[in-house]
């Protein structure tokens, strides 16, 4: 559907920024207004990372006049893959610092606005009144569905992304005028269901294609051009390069955008993901050990069996020494229990110890009552008792 533009323009571009944006002011549908429409809206990308990465980049580009950024994370070297707005000189450096040196270095004539913070229910709804777009690049559920409530409850539209491996989603979610992101997912998905980036990894190149469709989107948005993805789901496969649309329809029972609105303020956002799952922390509970005291346990040979949860990819990087590699969908599937040994505790580890746990928690429904896990997982291990090893 066609929407009006949302921000008015600007009283004038100067002779430096006609030069610059020539290339967008002979488009007929873009042209002198809707470059002045750029140049007076103030957006917020939502993260610095895979994502944020490409949109702060060419919505600076763009020329849009107010550059907001959200992020509370350090550049490290795994980013470098796919998060192109930051070098090898900005490794350990604030990314929003980072990040804001590349949108100068692009366009000197942006204002940015760096909001060193994690954004949660307490600085929200202040942050984002601030800004007429939102431009989500985050990637865990908790602060997705924190993103959509808020800007529903100060009716703001948002450009949503998402990533993972070979694919990818986009959509504009603006409960004014369609659904919002409960109406397409309405409940998150159970802890552990959906790996991370982090853990599943992404094609770097992947966010380039998802944030430049993020900020085509936003720019349609706020000049009134074209049609925006109000009410259509783009999903992206790149190894079969297809694209193709699926229509969301408004919920008018979604809880937060509905006719009659369960959510009507925010919630707490970790709770209701739940990044683990109930049976998982009260398996830990008493069962977590450190990497010291499974290196101890190494040292002193214990009667243990050391069980590497992750996937095969992950195991060829880096590793625990002595721990054999038992998948955890093996578990989760029933097929592992049988090879346990009686004779040996067993001591579970992934890469931070969420997956761990939820394997944990099968061990001990098994009849595993001595089983434990390693808290932090390989990272912890490498972090503090192999330092010259990789992590990823």
């Known amino acids: 559907m066609s929407l009006p533009p949302l921000v008015e323009p600007a009283a004038e571009l100067t002779v430096d920024e006609v030069r610059r944006y020539s290339r967008h002011l002979i488009i007929p549908d873009v042209g002198m207004d809707g470059q002045k429409r750029l140049k007076n809206a103030k957006v917020l990308c939502v993260g610095a990372g895979g994502l944020g990465s490409p949109a702060l980049m060419y919505l600076a580009a763009a020329g849009v006049g107010t550059l907001g950024i959200v992020e509370f994370d350090?550049?490290?070297e795994s980013n470098l893959q796919r998060q192109i707005i930051h070098s090898?000189?900005?490794i350990g450096k604030s990314?929003?610092?980072?990040a804001k040196e590349t949108v100068l270095g692009i366009n000197p004539y942006v204002q940015v606005e760096v909001h060193e913070e994690r954004l949660d229910s307490s600085n929200v709804m202040e942050l984002f009144a601030r800004?007429?777009?939102?431009?989500?690049?985050t990637d865990n559920f908790a602060t997705r569905y924190l993103v959509n409530d808020a800007c529903v409850l100060l009716n703001k539209p948002y450009v949503w992304g998402s990533i993972y491996r070979f694919d990818g989603q986009a959509s504009v979610f603006w409960s004014e005028h369609g659904p919002c992101y409960r109406c397409l997912y309405p409940e998150p998905p159970p802890p552990g269901m959906v790996p991370s980036c982090a853990e599943g990894g992404v094609l770097g190149v992947l966010c380039a294609s998802i944030g430049s469709i993020q900020v085509t989107e936003a720019i349609k948005v706020l000049t009134g051009t074209g049609e925006p993805l109000v009410g259509r789901l783009m999903i992206y496969d790149a190894l079969e390069m297809t694209y193709r649309q699926v229509k969301v329809r408004k919920d008018p029972d979604c809880a937060v955008c509905g006719e009659s609105p369960t959510v009507t303020e925010l919630i707490d956002y970790e709770a209701f993901c739940g990044v683990v799952s109930?049976?998982?922390q009260a398996a830990a509970a008493g069962s977590t050990i450190t990497p010291a005291q499974l290196k101890e346990w190494i040292d002193a040979d214990e009667k243990i069996d050391i069980i590497d949860?992750?996937?095969p990819n992950e195991y060829e990087i880096v590793s625990i020494p002595g721990a054999r590699l038992v998948p955890k969908n093996e578990f989760l599937m029933g097929n592992a229990l049988s090879g346990l040994p009686q004779d040996r505790r067993i001591v579970l580890h992934c890469k931070t110890g969420v997956r761990s746990a939820e394997v944990l928690a099968v061990l001990k429904n098994a009849g595993f009552a001595d089983a434990v896990h390693v808290g932090g997982g390989v990272i912890g291990w490498v972090n503090q008792i192999e330092p010259q090893?990789?992590?990823y």
């Open 278 to 280: 109930d049976e998982a």
């Open 309 to 311: 949860v992750r996937e």
């Open 88 to 90: 090898q000189a900005d």
């Open 131 to 137: 800004y007429d777009l939102i431009v989500d690049g």
């Open 74 to 76: 350090e550049v490290d």
């Open 389 to 391: 090893k990789p992590v």
């Open 95 to 98: 990314k929003a610092v980072s």
